[in-house]
Each structure stands twice: as structure tokens, then as C-alpha cells.
């Protein structure tokens, strides 16, 4: 078992792919970027010493058209500060809730041929991360 996650396990994306792909869907992310990208040797961005915030940057600028054909938005984004309930060593940089018109959206988006070039991108970014799917809820005032 590992501590860290970049990609999803074959059991959990069944899990995801056997749910209804007709709704609507909350993607909650959590994002620890590595001090330096960790690119493959010869990808066009290896030798330009980019930090993995930076390399996160570039793949929200390589995907997001993508992300917003195909219906998706982010409805919530915010910097980590602390951890009140969860393991001390938990940390997160940054965290935000991508929503999407259904999950056939998400696999339209991650079948894109110009996804799928982007992602490098977030996998030479992160050292850390989690992808939690939701349905979404009513707001209010309650818990």
C-alpha cells in the first residue's frame, strides 16, 4: 500500500466508472506539489527547472479548454491552512471542487488526446493528491 496517490487505482476507477454517469458530479481535489517537477527525461519541459506549483500551472492552462468544453466548472477554490480533524502530517497546498455536468463529461475530458498530453503536466507536479467524486448536495444552513 502507498501513502501517496497521483493516479487513480484500477479498483477505485471501477468503482467510479460502475456509478450513474447522467448526473451531475463534485470532483474534490487535493493538491501537495513536489518542491521540483519531476518530468521524463526529453519531455519538452524537463530541463526548465520548474517547481511543481509551476508545473500544475501549466497543466491547468493545457487542460482547462478542455475542461470547460466539455461542461466543466470549479465552483469552489481555496489555499490550505490547517488541519483541525486528520493526521497532523496531513498537508495540502492548495484544494478545489471541479464540477461537471455529468461523469460521462470527465470521461470525455480524460479521453482527449490533448488531456491525455496535458496530464504529464499534473503527474510531474504532484507529490501528493486525492480526487474524490460527490454528488452534488443542497446548500443551506444546516449540517
Known amino acids: 500500500m502507498t501513502d501517496t496517490y497521483i493516479d487513480p487505482s484500477p ?20 493538491l501537495q506539489y513536489r518542491e521540483d517537477a519531476a518530468y521524463p527525461e526529453g519531455h519538452e519541459h524537463a530541463a526548465k527547472g520548474w517547481s511543481g506549483r509551476r508545473a500544475y500551472e501549466e497543466y491547468g492552462k493545457t487542460s482547462g479548454p478542455i475542461f470547460r468544453r466539455v461542461g466543466g466548472t ?12 486528520g493526521p497532523e502530517a ?6 478545489f471542487v471541479a ?19 496535458a ?20 446548500a443551506g444552513e444546516g449540517f
Request: proline fraction near 6%; avoid cysteine.
Open 119 to 138: 496530464v504529464v503536466n499534473r503527474t510531474a507536479a504532484l507529490l501528493d493528491s486525492r480526487l474524490v467524486r460527490f454528488k452534488p448536495g443542497a
Open 90 to 95: 496531513m498537508q495540502w497546498h492548495d484544494g
Open 74 to 85: 470549479i465552483v469552489w477554490r481555496g489555499a490550505f491552512e490547517a488541519v483541525l480533524t
Open 11 to 30: 479498483a477505485n476507477f471501477q468503482a467510479f466508472k460502475d456509478l450513474p454517469r447522467d448526473e451531475p458530479i463534485q470532483m474534490l481535489n487535493l
Open 99 to 117: 464540477e461537471y455536468p455529468n461523469a460521462g463529461a470527465f470521461f470525455e475530458m480524460i479521453k482527449d488526446p490533448d488531456y491525455q498530453s
